[in-house]
């Protein structure tokens, strides 16, 4: 007898995580369920999705399985996952070259949505990995890749950060490469995760090929979960165990050695630029100790700073991003010059000024950056030759407190 029926209409897809909170994964398997097709890429919205397609608990790369169930379990349903399995032949380096259908593929396909990217490797239980500089060979090897792979994205406006899953780790920090003075190789779009859940590592009950992988799952989560601008490693707000799920309540290195073990590495490792899980006393459960990318970091006579961390990347991304979708409108467009001189009017200037503006002043209102500016050149010559508008873009992103320094002492009066 009711004369209106409103009924609860079944919840899709987060539309408020937007776009900073889509992320890829490429990884190898032996073979691909039999609802998947080895090279095509899927695009998911949590973990029931994933197993609807057939990679479950019982999937025989089931690595892979809390891998992305590790990405869910930090970013939190809804965020974007698009998913490619190739063949377990094809290395990492090979996921990354441009002539192949990999990476690639899954960037276009995504049509640019992705801002992070994982690569991850499942070995056979009976493959012995080669490890001769530290960690697996073909994960060092695709940093240099990687970072092309990067610069590519870019100059093609898909801007992203790449995190490599760091298979292998030799056990000997003061033996490892220096990720952030790799020679002729600098590579600030690029992270290399070492860091496991020793706990699911070393459980003899599962596959052997668990047991040297490194959580690049997790720290693709961390990545997204937050504002760009926030470190993964963040103690407020990032801690990645969950005793309830029986997650990251040990964690180690992807050499299956718990990391309380090795704490006088901690610091050799965190120089270096790995990424690990770490305890802090005085807080509950573990962190990634923090958000390296492969290079050093730089500031330049001019006041400029080099992206050596991916908070950094992910700003100037969004940055980029924003800023070419406010002014590709204007390209073609006629626009009145100087009678006198064939420049450009301060109306003119101001105008586009202003568009640059505004996009720092949202990014601004947001928490993302601390301010930013747009300069136009009057002298822009838009009458001959290329007819470009010449602009310049300086941003200053947030700090990160890295740590805290302080004295105590006993007083007889304050």
């Keep these: ?199 699911l590592a070393s459980d003899s009950g599962l596959p052997s090929n668990y047991g040297n992988y490194a959580a690049v799952g997790n720290v693709l989560g961390c990545s997204v979960k937050g504002k760009i601008n926030q470190n993964l490693g963040e103690n407020e707000s990032m801690n990645i165990t969950d005793a309830g799920k029986d997650a990251f309540l040990i964690g180690g290195l992807s050499s299956i ?35 390296h990318t492969c290079v050093e970091q730089i500031l330049d006579a001019e006041g400029n700073i080099n992206e050596h961390t991916v908070a950094y990347g992910a700003t100037i991304d969004k940055a980029s991003r924003l800023l070419r979708t406010a002014l590709l409108p204007k390209v073609k467009t006629v626009q009145p010059v100087d009678p006198k001189t064939g420049k450009l009017p301060v109306g003119v200037v101001k105008y586009f000024e202003g568009l640059g503006d505004t996009v720092f002043e949202k990014m601004k209102a947001d928490g993302e950056i601390s301010e930013g500016k747009t300069t136009i050149d009057p002298n822009s010559n838009l009458l001959t030759g290329d007819k470009a508008l010449i602009a310049s873009f300086e941003l200053v992103p947030y700090g990160t407190i890295g740590k805290i320094k302080g004295s105590i002492n006993l007083k007889n009066n304050l």
Excluded at 59 to 76: D, L, N, P, T, V
């Design 257 to 291: 050695t718990p990391i309380t073990d090795v704490e006088s590495d901690w610091e050799i490792l965190d120089t270096k630029g790995y990424i690990f899980p770490i305890r802090e006393v005085g807080l509950a459960g573990l962190r990634w100790n923090n958000d």
């Design 1 to 199: 007898m009711s004369g209106v029926e409103i009924t609860k209409g079944q919840l899709g897809a987060n539309t408020i995580a937007s776009s900073d909170k889509t992320a890829g994964f490429v990884v190898s398997v032996e073979s691909a369920p039999s609802e998947m097709i080895l090279g095509n890429v899927y695009k998911f919205y949590n973990i029931k999705d994933v197993e609807e397609k057939g990679i479950t608990k019982d999937y025989e790369s089931s690595i892979i399985h809390h891998q992305i169930s590790e990405f869910y379990r930090m970013a939190g349903e809804g965020a974007v996952l698009f998913l490619m399995l190739v063949p377990r032949s094809v290395s990492m380096v090979n996921m990354l070259d441009l002539e192949s259908d990999y990476a690639k593929k899954m960037i276009n396909e995504a049509d640019g949505e992705i801002r992070k990217l994982a690569l991850g490797l499942t070995v056979a239980s009976e493959d012995t990995p080669l490890v001769t500089s530290g960690i697996n060979d073909d994960v060092f090897a695709a940093i240099p890749k990687a970072q092309a792979f990067a610069d590519w994205c870019y100059e093609n406006h898909r801007p992203l950060n790449i995190f490599l899953e760091g298979r292998d780790y030799a056990g000997d920090a003061t033996a490892v490469p220096d990720l952030k003075k790799i020679p002729d190789t600098k590579a600030p779009k690029v992270s290399v995760v070492i860091g496991q859940d020793y706990k």
